[in-house]
């Protein structure tokens, strides 16, 4: 008869035993290594060898809906690796990522519904050239 079970240890798993062997034993964490991303010491994910933010590519690709290939027409510096890249870490991590930019439009919202109305923007208006 084939059995299997889980041996505990303080409420952590140790092992996977089959038939008295262990089959699985949890490894240690690993961390995940992005080629091409470098995290700057604010913890802000950078295209390597440049000054291009992560973020500013997932924008890219999020507003315009543009693909790699016109994200590298925009950004020549960048090769498409580092594109690609960036994309791959922007969706490993999109949910704090989108987290940052619900926070940022809002903190644009209340900054904007601050500021009133701007007396050139009425003029404007006024003038229909806006």
């Excluded at 498409?80 to 922007?90: E, K, M, V, W």
């Excluded at 949910?95 to 900054?111: G, P």
Aim: proline share 5%; glycine share 6%; aromatic share 6%.
């Amino acid at each position: 008869m084939i059995c299997g079970w889980v041996v505990p240890l303080l409420g952590r798993i140790v092992s996977l035993v089959l038939n008295g062997a262990m089959i699985w034993s949890p490894a240690p964490m690993a961390t995940v290594s992005y080629p091409h991303i470098d995290i700057s010491p604010a913890g802000v994910p950078f295209v390597e060898g440049t000054r291009t933010k992560v973020i500013e590519i997932a924008l890219d690709r999020l507003a315009h809906h543009w693909d790699a290939e016109e994200i590298q027409r925009q950004h020549p510096h960048l090769t498409l690796s580092q594109i690609y890249a960036a994309l791959t870490y922007y969706h490993d991590h999109q949910e704090a990522f989108d987290a940052n930019i619900r926070e940022q439009l809002s903190d644009v919202d209340r900054l904007a519904a601050q500021q009133g109305s701007s007396t050139i923007r009425a003029k404007l208006q006024g003038t229909r050239r806006l």
